[in-house]
């Protein structure tokens, strides 16, 4: 009476801590259809009257050993996935730790292939770089596989060109083509769209693991790559992509498993060709993430051929131009206002003169603080956000701005390259993440995928000055890396240059006054800072010493080989700055000799200049180009550099003061 038993059952089944329990009806009711309506409703069993006591316990006892074999098998899976999660964390954590050294080993392997060497130490190094190379590959793909399994692996939706991934994979293939006398050969149907949206990265993962694994397995004959179009529709394409080669082949009992995780075609094969055995099956795993499908055909001694296929979407038609290997931001983006969010004078200057000559508007904020005031007043396009700051960091800044501009995408470029810090600014509110040295393939490529077209004024930028001389070499510098970095520009990297140069002369003294105060706090604010220049300006191995101490500093320990390892390589970046700027010193000593002062000239742009200092403006730089050409060669052109220096860090209250020397040197009333 009141609540019937299916209802009961029903109740039960919908209670988080009674669900489990196993419900039996019992019942004089053998109506076929109330019996499916309780089995329906979640019940175990259903026992008809008149009953045997007997029975009824036997069906119990059944159903109570039932539930406790389904507890444990369920508490085994929960280990076996608390197990596989604790092996995933592991194995990201070890391949980026490996990295770490990794890349110092490669970097250092690198700069002493640029010295003097004998024959034989040329071939040793060479050799040395191959093999971190192929160490560095398996890391990845270790790291890769964690990801995946931890279901981390995210895809990218970014603009591409398809030519462009097909001349990265020739070019990183080359090398082991002509070593092992092979011939290269490609077929691409010609009604293949070339401009694609997708992930261009992923994609060449894919081709180089499968174009290098053909190379691994064939000793003579060729490799063919071939693209044909499967589908063509108004807003996507499929493609079919195939690797041929004419190797050792593959026995077809081993195919069905040949894209499970740790497999190869045998037992053998790993020691004689090396590799982990994760390649294909992060090939098979990405294939399915590009929504196509990866299989073989293959006979022993006659070669096999991987086919797969990918989907991709269709840019919409415009202007896709390749310049100075960068993609270049098009007409439509032209004109578009960034903020630079950036502590560091040289890495604004850097930043502002790389983004500027593309054609885009850069406005500069300090630190966090700075930056919400700017975004107050001002519209903007995109924030380029760096963490570390004074006065308000980066993660603050960007939970304060999200507050009232939740639209406005903001992409961190920081220094900041540890395991989860990506995490960590994507959860502050940050939209992207871009890491210091900055790449300017990266860069130019995410600020396309955030800034929305609209018609825009474009702005005209002078173009790099090649007349600048530079040296062929530089100890301490990959000089072909750095200009790269700043898109050709020879006078901006003599410009900072000279500006290091005069900026961090007493770096290391201050570095080692903190430690040996054991203000470790400072000590990572200083090598923090150090390692992000020195990145941006390429000087290598002092990037590789600074980060070595900020990592040690970071583990809360630290010893007098790091900081040794710092000193030494900021005097050989020191001293070579010194002979590329001897020029423009002794232009600088000539210009200091004291001329006359013309003061009808220089006191409307000083009454001018301290109408600007007093309200914080950042519009100066005219004035201030005006002034040091009206003082230039007189007594006052060292306060004038400290004016500069001032109001390049936005002390206006300093500036102020220099304003006053010079204007009572000058009899002129603020």
């Given at each position: 009476?009141?609540?019937?038993?299916?209802?009961?059952?029903?109740?039960?089944?919908?209670?988080?801590?009674?669900?489990?329990?196993?419900?039996?009806?019992?019942?004089?009711?053998?109506?076929?259809?109330?019996?499916?309506?309780?089995?329906?409703?979640?019940?175990?069993?259903?026992?008809?009257?008149?009953?045997?006591?007997?029975?009824?316990?036997?069906?119990?006892?059944?159903?109570?050993?039932?539930?406790?074999?389904?507890?444990?098998?369920?508490?085994?899976?929960?280990?076996?996935?608390?197990?596989?999660?604790?092996?995933?964390?592991?194995?990201?954590?070890?391949?980026?730790?490996?990295?770490?050294?990794?890349?110092?080993?490669?970097?250092?392997?690198?700069?002493?292939?640029?010295?003097?060497?004998?024959?034989?130490?040329?071939?040793?190094?060479?050799?040395?770089?191959?093999?971190?190379?192929?160490?560095?590959?398996?890391?990845?793909?270790?790291?890769?596989?964690?990801?995946?399994?931890?279901?981390?692996?995210?895809?990218?939706?970014?603009?591409?060109?398809?030519?462009?991934?097909?001349?990265?994979?020739?070019?990183?293939?080359?090398?082991?083509?002509?070593?092992?006398?092979?011939?290269?050969?490609?077929?691409?149907?010609?009604?293949?769209?070339?401009?694609?949206?997708?992930?261009?990265?992923?994609?060449?993962?894919?081709?180089?693991?499968?174009?290098?694994?053909?190379?691994?397995?064939?000793?003579?004959?060729?490799?063919?790559?071939?693209?044909?179009?499967?589908?063509?529709?108004?807003?996507?394409?499929?493609?079919?992509?195939?690797?041929?080669?004419?190797?050792?082949?593959?026995?077809?009992?081993?195919?069905?498993?040949?894209?499970?995780?740790?497999?190869?075609?045998?037992?053998?094969?790993?020691?004689?060709?090396?590799?982990?055995?994760?390649?294909?099956?992060?090939?098979?795993?990405?294939?399915?993430?590009?929504?196509?499908?990866?299989?073989?055909?293959?006979?022993?001694?006659?070669?096999?051929?991987?086919?797969?296929?990918?989907?991709?979407?269709?840019?919409?038609?415009?202007?896709?131009?390749?310049?100075?290997?960068?993609?270049?931001?098009?007409?439509?983006?032209?004109?578009?206002?960034?903020?630079?969010?950036?502590?560091?004078?040289?890495?604004?200057?850097?930043?502002?003169?790389?983004?500027?000559?593309?054609?885009?508007?850069?406005?500069?904020?300090?630190?966090?603080?700075?930056?919400?005031?700017?975004?107050?007043?001002?519209?903007?396009?995109?924030?380029?956000?760096?963490?570390?700051?004074?006065?308000?960091?980066?993660?603050?800044?960007?939970?304060?701005?999200?507050?009232?501009?939740?639209?406005?995408?903001?992409?961190?470029?920081?220094?900041?390259?540890m395991s989860g810090d990506k995490e960590k600014c994507l959860a502050s509110g940050m939209n992207d993440y871009i890491t210091k040295p900055i790449n300017l393939d990266i860069l130019f490529t995410v600020l396309e995928k955030w800034i929305k077209p609209k018609a825009r004024s474009s702005p005209r930028h002078k173009k790099n000055d090649e007349t600048v001389e530079l040296p062929k070499e530089l100890p301490g510098f990959d000089i072909d890396s750095a200009l790269k970095r700043i898109n050709g520009n020879k006078k901006l990297f003599k410009s900072l240059l000279h500006d290091f140069g005069q900026g961090y002369q007493n770096a290391a003294i201050k570095l080692r006054t903190a430690l040996d105060k054991k203000d470790l706090e400072t000590a990572l604010i200083l090598s923090h800072t150090l390692k992000g220049i020195a990145g941006n300006l390429s000087a290598t191995h002092l990037q590789d010493a600074v980060?070595?101490?900020?990592?040690?500093?970071?583990?809360?320990?630290?010893?007098?080989?790091?900081?040794?390892?710092?000193?030494?390589?900021?005097?050989?970046?020191?001293?070579?700055?010194?002979?590329?700027?001897?020029?423009?010193?002794?232009?600088?000593?000539?210009?200091?000799?004291?001329?006359?002062?013309?003061?009808?000239?220089?006191?409307?742009?000083?009454?001018?200049?301290?109408?600007?200092?007093?309200?914080?403006?950042?519009?100066?730089?005219?004035?201030?180009?005006?002034?040091?050409?009206?003082?230039?060669?007189?007594?006052?052109?060292?306060?004038?550099?400290?004016?500069?220096?001032?109001?390049?860090?936005?002390?206006?209250?300093?500036?102020?003061?220099?304003?006053?020397?010079?204007?009572?040197?000058?009899?002129?009333?603020?």
């Amino acid at each position: 009476p009141g609540i019937d038993g299916f209802e009961i059952c029903k109740r039960i089944k919908q209670d988080a801590i009674l669900k489990d329990i196993p419900i039996i009806f019992l019942t004089a009711c053998t109506d076929t259809e109330k019996m499916l309506k309780g089995f329906q409703l979640g019940a175990v069993d259903y026992v008809t009257k008149p009953f045997k006591s007997a029975e009824i316990i036997s069906r119990v006892k059944t159903h109570i050993k039932l539930k406790a074999t389904e507890d444990t098998l369920r508490l085994n899976v929960e280990k076996l996935e608390a197990a596989n999660r604790a092996k995933s964390e592991f194995l990201a954590n070890m391949s980026h730790e490996i990295r770490t050294p990794m890349n110092g080993i490669i970097g250092l392997t690198r700069l002493a292939l640029k010295t003097e060497l004998t024959t034989q130490q040329q071939d040793y190094l060479t050799k040395v770089d191959s093999l971190t190379q192929d160490l560095l590959g398996i890391i990845n793909d270790i790291l890769d596989f964690s990801k995946i399994e931890a279901g981390k692996l995210n895809m990218e939706c970014i603009n591409f060109s398809l030519d462009e991934v097909l001349e990265k994979l020739f070019n990183t293939v080359y090398l082991k083509i002509e070593e092992k006398g092979l011939e290269l050969h490609k077929i691409i149907n010609s009604d293949i769209p070339c401009y694609l949206v997708g992930d261009p990265l992923r994609l060449l993962q894919i081709l180089i693991n499968l174009t290098t694994n053909a190379l691994k397995f064939t000793e003579k004959g060729h490799i063919l790559i071939t693209i044909k179009l499967i589908k063509l529709e108004s807003n996507f394409v499929k493609l079919h992509f195939s690797i041929k080669d004419t190797g050792i082949g593959i026995a077809s009992k081993t195919i069905p498993h040949l894209f499970d995780a740790f497999t190869q075609a045998n037992s053998s094969t790993s020691r004689k060709y090396g590799g982990t055995g994760l390649g294909l099956a992060i090939c098979k795993c990405l294939v399915k993430m590009m929504d196509g499908d990866i299989w073989i055909k293959s006979q022993l001694g006659k070669g096999s051929t991987f086919h797969f296929t990918s989907v991709f979407s269709l840019q919409a038609k415009k202007e896709y131009v390749k310049k100075q290997d960068t993609f270049q931001i098009i007409n439509d983006f032209q004109g578009a206002r960034i903020l630079l969010v950036e502590d560091n004078l040289i890495n604004q200057q850097v930043a502002k003169e790389t983004i500027e000559s593309e054609n885009l508007v850069v406005e500069i904020a300090n630190n966090g603080k700075e930056a919400i005031t700017a975004i107050a007043h001002s519209e903007f396009d995109v924030v380029l956000m760096d963490v570390q700051m004074p006065i308000m960091d980066g993660y603050e800044a960007t939970r304060l701005i999200r507050k009232h501009k939740s639209q406005l995408p903001i992409i961190a470029m920081t220094a900041h390259a540890m395991s989860g810090d990506k995490e960590k600014c994507l959860a502050s509110g940050m939209n992207d993440y871009i890491t210091k040295p900055i790449n300017l393939d990266i860069l130019f490529t995410v600020l396309e995928k955030w800034i929305k077209p609209k018609a825009r004024s474009s702005p005209r930028h002078k173009k790099n000055d090649e007349t600048v001389e530079l040296p062929k070499e530089l100890p301490g510098f990959d000089i072909d890396s750095a200009l790269k970095r700043i898109n050709g520009n020879k006078k901006l990297f003599k410009s900072l240059l000279h500006d290091f140069g005069q900026g961090y002369q007493n770096a290391a003294i201050k570095l080692r006054t903190a430690l040996d105060k054991k203000d470790l706090e400072t000590a990572l604010i200083l090598s923090h800072t150090l390692k992000g220049i020195a990145g941006n300006l390429s000087a290598t191995h002092l990037q590789d010493a600074v980060q070595d101490l900020e990592f040690a500093l970071k583990q809360g320990g630290w010893n007098d080989i790091l900081m040794d390892n710092v000193e030494s390589s900021l005097t050989q970046v020191l001293e070579s700055i010194k002979t590329i700027t001897q020029t423009k010193t002794k232009i600088e000593k000539i210009e200091n000799n004291p001329t006359p002062l013309n003061i009808s000239i220089i006191t409307p742009l000083i009454l001018e200049l301290s109408k600007l200092i007093e309200k914080h403006s950042t519009n100066t730089e005219a004035t201030l180009a005006a002034l040091k050409t009206a003082i230039k060669g007189t007594a006052f052109v060292n306060e004038l550099k400290q004016l500069f220096n001032c109001l390049d860090n936005f002390e206006f209250d300093n500036a102020k003061n220099h304003m006053k020397v010079i204007a009572l040197a000058c009899d002129i009333k603020l």
